[in-house]
């Protein structure tokens, strides 16, 4: 029979750890709140930030014939490609992280003796702990980005994973986070970032060349709207992945609870049975000496 002591002190370990996940449950909701607000606020903006850099692309040569009107509109053949890929730097979380780790895993397994090589620019640590035990093959890591989360942090990443893009070393350039559904829901995004090749093909297939007539002059609009259309990419993955760990944690702290008062409730059972059963064998020892001293 287990000891009683030891079964209330589980019990209190229980409803201490219960607070813990209790608390850490509803700060994920609120901070959660804000995040969802601020993806609200980001979506628009990033959609219509494409939707013009596409006209200004689409009105210019491309890849089928021409020079590119910026670098970082060159279209090259795949050979190296470059996957940022954002985690968080805390756990209890759920899946969140493991989810990213395998799925961009998986991708660097297929590229070995395929031809086409990959490199990794990682974001979180957790996303570093995990390729860094694994020998990945590693270009950046980003640390302490979490902490002051905003355009600054996102242009110091756009630029960082630009610069080997503009210099030809590597030619493409994947987004990988998890976007944001609900609460308890979030999908593992894999978002080509350059070349604009997709645009380039839409194009071909249908024909389509706008006609717009630009000021200032289309070139200098590139400068601009090509590293904006990345800054404004890594912003909103980043955006979208704080929510989605806001929302993993807050699921999982809950479930965390839920486990916590049925453990609760289990030792409660074990220790009233025990307790009874202790009560129980009291009395029998008192009636047997009872019956002894009137034996003798």
């Known amino acids: 029979m287990p000891n009683l002591k030891s079964i209330r002190k589980r019990i209190s370990t229980v409803k201490s750890t219960q607070k813990i996940t209790r608390a850490m449950k509803m700060v994920a909701g609120a901070r959660l709140n804000r ?85 990794l620019a990682l974001i979180g640590r957790k996303g570093r702990d995990y390729f860094r035990r694994r020998g990945a093959p590693i270009r950046e890591v980003f640390d302490g980005l979490w902490d002051n989360l905003g355009i600054e942090s996102a242009r110091r990443v756009a630029r960082r994973v630009l610069t080997p893009f503009v210099r030809g070393e590597i030619d493409a350039i994947y987004l990988v986070y998890n976007q944001f559904k609900s609460a308890i829901s979030q999908e593992v995004i894999v978002q080509p970032l350059l070349p604009l090749q997709n645009w380039v093909r839409e194009e071909e297939e249908t024909g389509i060349n706008s006609q717009f007539i630009f000021e200032p002059d289309r070139g200098t609009l590139l400068e601009r709207l090509v590293p904006m259309y990345v800054e404004i990419s890594v912003l909103r993955a980043l955006y979208e992945s704080m929510a989605s760990e806001l929302g993993a944690r807050m699921t999982a702290m809950d479930a965390a609870t839920k486990n916590a008062s049925e453990v609760i409730d289990s030792l409660t059972l074990q220790y009233n049975r025990a307790r009874q059963a202790a009560i129980t064998t009291e009395i029998l020892e008192i009636i047997g000496g009872a019956e002894a001293l009137e034996q003798g």
């Open 35 to 119: 995040a969802q607000q601020r993806i609200t606020a980001m979506r628009p903006y990033a959609v219509t930030t494409g939707k013009v850099l596409r006209e200004v692309v689409l009105a210019g040569p491309h890849a089928g014939g021409g020079e590119p009107s910026h670098p970082l509109l060159a279209v090259r053949e795949e050979k190296k490609a470059l996957y940022v890929v954002v985690t968080s730097d805390r756990g209890l979380c759920g899946s969140f992280n493991s989810s990213i780790n395998k799925r961009t895993e998986a991708i660097w397994k297929e590229s070995e003796g395929s031809g086409r090589s990959i490199e």
